[in-house]
């Protein structure tokens, strides 16, 4: 019998994208699978439940889950898979933080239904039909029907710790290959730090973008912008352009990638240690440089920023402090 540690990868509410990084790993992938044995990765192999509850409890070593938490079915998975695993990792944005998933918690199952089955032009259900958790279906031998059980869906979008205990944190929209490969050795050497440490440098992007040095200590902004209708400057820090750059709020590590794409960061890799609530502490940020001091100048200035809770909660809406927005009963 095989004494390599199990790993067990899963998805929940995810895009995909947290796969594609492990497939990223290129011919680092390799010594993954020689070092240990995948015992759950739905992506790739054919692993089926029963296989994971036939598991002892503890006995896969480390379970890496992305996706946030909004089926019923996802919150079963991750609690079976925590208490079948020594260590787990919340891998990716929408684990960690909510994701873009996340800004689900705008509305609820009812508001998400009615806009995706009944108000987009293009739904066909005449008889508006919403998914249902107990269903009749016909069989395929006529005159049988049989009652199937479907998950339920939430009305509000969990991030993997306010679902199951988590050990560590992967950030990024997907996290870099490097910093996967990183953890993983570092899991299988044991050299990992504190519970609850997200693997990731400890400051903020700025202090990392190469950018910093055109961003002046002092400076204040009247003219919001948008790269979707204007085009910043090549090499000088986007805040100091009038652009919203989530760096000052958002973690390094990330190796700068969308700013070495001429983008502003969107905040992916949430905020370092010490900042309860990444979209307040941008907000707060950008309040502090709008140009103007009456009232009419500074809603006329954040008024030109569109969908300012996408903007600065793009990524950690349901990790915020406020965890969603009220809806009106
Ligand atoms: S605000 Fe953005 S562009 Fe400016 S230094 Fe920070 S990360 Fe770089
Ligand atoms: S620049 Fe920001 S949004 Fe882009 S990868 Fe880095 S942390 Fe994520």
Not at 205 to 233: G, H, Q, W, Y
């Amino acid at each position: 019998m095989s004494t390599k540690p199990k790993v067990a990868f899963y998805w929940c509410a995810s895009c995909g994208g947290c796969e594609e990084t492990v497939v990223d790993l290129n011919e680092d992938i390799l010594k993954v699978v020689d070092a240990v044995d995948i015992v759950l990765w739905p992506v790739a192999l054919d692993f089926k439940r029963k296989d994971i509850e036939a598991l002892a409890d503890g006995e896969i070593a480390v379970s890496f889950i992305n996706g946030a938490v909004r089926l019923s079915e996802q919150e079963e998975w991750v609690e079976l898979l925590r208490r079948k695993s020594g260590l787990v990792v919340a891998f990716g944005s929408c684990a960690h933080l909510g994701g873009i998933p996340g800004l689900g918690n705008v509305t609820d199952r009812e508001g998400i239904f009615q806009r995706k089955y009944s108000a987009v032009p293009t739904a066909d259900s005449a008889d508006r039909v919403f998914p249902q958790v107990e269903v009749t279906v016909n069989g395929a031998d006529a005159g049988h029907s049989y009652e199937l059980e479907l998950p339920s869906f939430y009305d509000t979008v969990k991030t993997l710790d306010q679902a199951i205990d988590v050990d560590y944190y992967l950030p990024g929209c997907p996290p870099p290959p490097n910093l996967v490969w990183d953890a993983v050795v570092a899991i299988l050497e044991g050299k990992l730090p504190e519970k609850g440490a997200v693997l990731a440098p400890n400051k903020a992007l700025c202090d990392t973008c190469p950018r910093n040095e055109t961003k002046p200590d002092d400076f204040t902004i009247t003219d919001f912008k948008r790269v979707a209708t204007s085009t910043p400057e090549a090499e000088e820090c986007f805040l100091t352009q009038g652009y919203i750059c989530l760096g000052p709020a958002t973690r390094s590590g990330c190796g700068e990638r969308c700013i070495s794409a001429h983008m502003p960061c969107r905040g992916c890799f949430g905020p370092p240690d010490g900042i309860a609530d990444q979209g307040a502490k941008i907000l707060s940020a950008v309040a502090s440089i709008v140009g103007f001091t009456d009232q009419a100048g500074i809603e006329e200035a954040i008024g030109a920023i569109a969908d300012p809770l996408g903007t600065f909660y793009r990524f950690s809406l349901p990790a915020s402090l406020l965890g969603r927005t009220r809806i009106a009963s």
